[in-house]
């Protein structure tokens, strides 16, 4: 059996012909990207096509209520527990073709590579796709992973609602994708996802591939801002009460704050989003919206950093005379993978001959919502041109996707034999 391989060149066949669904050329680069952003026309063309895939591989395919996709290959005892591996194929509006798509896809090459050979595993194998895992379009990242395994309710999921108004549910059913399968997932035996890395790490070390050891805490939150609209030219700046300003004074303090140490040497902060109104040139806007994005490999430190943040936001409140109003729109604790699936992985790799070392996730991954339900670890593959990634400059090479995806197989073969 550890002869067996993946075939690196199906897999990269379906990289390509998934990548071309959503596909858009950027204007200003002229590279070709990708925006399957959830539950839109792309997502469900996307959708259509692995579902068919997964047909094809003879697995037995059900959608539940929160439009995960799950097939099932029969083990030889199927009232054991399955062993799990998935991902998602949902994009940012400005996506590479590997985010997601690589550990679902990868899935789908273990399925056809046991296949092809005639292999049966003890444990059943269900392979999925989970729904809106980038949650830039709802709010709420792992959403179709969280309700499945129990975080987020369902009712409250299907309620979300985009910019433009428009409720998950209603874009679930409009896509056909609002399935009639219960959403709580049964737990697994145990859960493996291979990812690409999104990161510079791996590469600069010169490693093939990473055994990711948890997930990092997050913390997001949109801030609305609200001041006096004023004239730019007649208003004295002492009467101002300008929200813009205190949008860009969090955003220095958070950039302090993260760079000082105070909170763990890990801590990251953004400010990824600043939406003044009425946003133009010669007006203070009455306004802003903008959001914080904090992440910590400690707890506690997370805990410190928002606290010394709205302390720092009651203090602006004072001094500009604006208020603003929080919203926390995600958070997630840090993390622990298992130790045993790690070590089932790290075995895999070492009996390939690969560099490898482990490496804590700097992003959120639906696997971080499997670890509540089961054992669960991950497989990172680097990127080039230093992990970039939500760009359509992501590429991780052919040869490292395959490598990732074999070690997917052999991990999954252990973990499904007994
Ligand atoms: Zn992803």
């Not at 096509?49 to 395919?61: D, N, S, Y």
């Not at 709802?138 to 309710?153: I, N, Y």
């Amino acid at each position: 059996m550890t002869d067996l391989h993946i075939d690196g060149q199906r897999l990269w066949r379906s990289l390509e012909e998934l990548g071309r669904v959503g596909a858009y050329t950027d204007e200003r680069t002229g590279l070709i990207g990708v925006n399957r952003l959830a539950l839109t026309a792309a997502d469900g063309d996307g959708r259509r096509l692995v579902k068919r895939w997964f047909e094809e591989a003879g697995l037995a395919v059900r959608v539940d209520a929160i439009g995960n996709c799950i097939g099932r290959r029969e083990g030889r005892d199927p009232s054991k527990a399955p062993v799990m591996a998935g991902s998602h194929i949902d994009s940012v509006p400005t996506a590479g073709r590997f985010d997601g798509c690589l550990g679902v896809l990868g899935a789908l090459e273990v399925v056809r590579t046991l296949n092809d050979a005639r292999v049966a595993t003890e444990r059943p194998l269900e392979i999925a796709f989970f729904t809106d895992e980038e949650g830039c379009r709802f709010g709420t990242d792992m959403l179709g992973s969280a309700v499945a395994c129990g975080r987020l309710p369902l009712e409250r999921a299907l309620g979300l609602c985009d910019k433009d108004g428009k409720r998950a549910g209603d874009e679930l059913r409009a896509i056909g994708f609002s399935g009639d399968h219960p959403a709580r997932l049964a737990p697994p035996r145990a859960y493996v996802e291979c990812h690409i890395e999104q990161g510079p790490i791996l590469a600069a070390a010169g490693m093939d591939l990473g055994v990711v050891t948890g997930v990092q805490g997050i913390s997001w939150w949109e801030l609305t801002i609200a001041g006096r609209a004023a004239h730019a030219g007649t208003t004295p700046m002492r009467l101002r009460r300008d929200p813009g300003l205190a949008a860009a004074l969090i955003n220095v303090r958070l950039d302090e704050m993260a760079r000082s140490g105070r909170y763990g040497a890990e801590m990251r902060a953004t400010m990824g989003r600043i939406d003044p109104r009425p946003g133009l040139v010669n007006i203070v806007p009455s306004q802003v919206v903008c959001t914080v994005d904090l992440r910590n490999p400690e707890d506690a430190d997370m805990a410190a950093a928002e606290r010394d943040l709205f302390a720092y936001v009651k203090e602006i409140e004072t001094r500009l005379g604006v208020t603003v109003e929080a919203r926390q729109t995600a958070r997630t604790p840090r993390i622990r993978f298992s130790p045993d699936v790690q070590a089932v992985i790290a075995r895999q790799m070492e009996r390939a001959h690969l560099r490898f070392e482990t490496i804590l996730s700097g992003a959120g991954h639906d696997a971080q919502e499997l670890s509540a339900l089961c054992p669960t670890a991950m497989i990172f593959v680097p990127g080039e041109h230093d992990g970039i990634s939500h760009n359509p400059r992501e590429y991780s090479t052919p040869e490292a996707c395959a490598r990732g995806v074999d070690v997917l197989l052999h991990t999954l073969l252990e973990l499904g034999a007994t």
